[in-house]
């Protein structure tokens, strides 16, 4: 039986979201000098998730989170397994982010609803707990089962706007932690571009393009390269003040902690610094 009850987590007010499938220890120590509450590693991690405790030992508070599993290609079993083994060595610092990835990249993607919740059957059989694991989710059916299976949900490529509305779906008990990617830059040309760069993927997967027209979008607006106002929408850019002045729009609408993913700086030597600018503007340092 699952928990009636999901507690939410505290990962503070911000985290960083970085698009690979592990994080180096030297760069969760970073992360957690500069303040930021937690890292969230998404491109679907392997189950065995060996990257944890190494990052763990390196830190003290840092939470570390998966943004995504992806339940096709991670067995629920070998997660649950992986889970109990950093909890042991580092109780409370680990949350599990599970998702169903895209149908346009999947062979198995079959019914996913059906088996999203079969693999969170399989989670509950391995003891993974309902408060430390969080379900990827745009649509209000996904939504509704985080908030009854889950501590909450982790949407993805979202704006503030669908942060009220899923507040509104899950209920104040559960947790809320969107992701936004940022460009450093004031010109607006060449965050368009660096975020089209990004963006162009998800314009070709029906889960993020129907999320979008929900949210008000037209047909033209989503079809590729993508409006200047889906962009816009979509990544913050300015100044580190006006980044964090976006950023806080989700809290503003009820999100409890925002992943910050910084775009075009894959290179920890260029991405510390960016990050060093925006927890300044966040208010977490300094």
Known sequence: MTESVSLKPDLGKFGVWLGSRSIAPELAAEIESLGFGAA???ASPDAELEW????L???KTLQLATGIVNIWSAPAAEVAKSYQRIEEAHPGRFLLGVGVGHPEHTEQYQKPYDALVSYLDGLDGGMVPTSR???????????????ERSA???????TPE???TARHLLGNTVFL??????????????ARAVGRKFVDFYLGLSNYVNNWLRLGFTDEDVRKPGSDRLIDALVAYGTPDEIARRLNEHLDAGAD??????????RPENLVPELTELAGALGLTG
């Open 52 to 55: 944890v405790e190494p990052a």
């Open 133 to 147: 694991r969080v379900l990827a989710a745009l649509g209000p059916r996904v939504l509704r089962l985080a908030a």
């Open 40 to 42: 969230w590693i998404g």
């Open 177 to 190: 932690a969107p992701e936004h990617k940022v460009v450093l830059t004031s010109d607006a040309a060449e």
């Open 152 to 158: 909450g949900a982790h949407p993805y490529l979202t």
């Open 57 to 59: 030992a390196q830190t």
């Open 257 to 266: 902690h925002v992943a910050v993913q910084v775009l075009g700086s894959s």
């Open 162 to 164: 669908h942060t009220g």
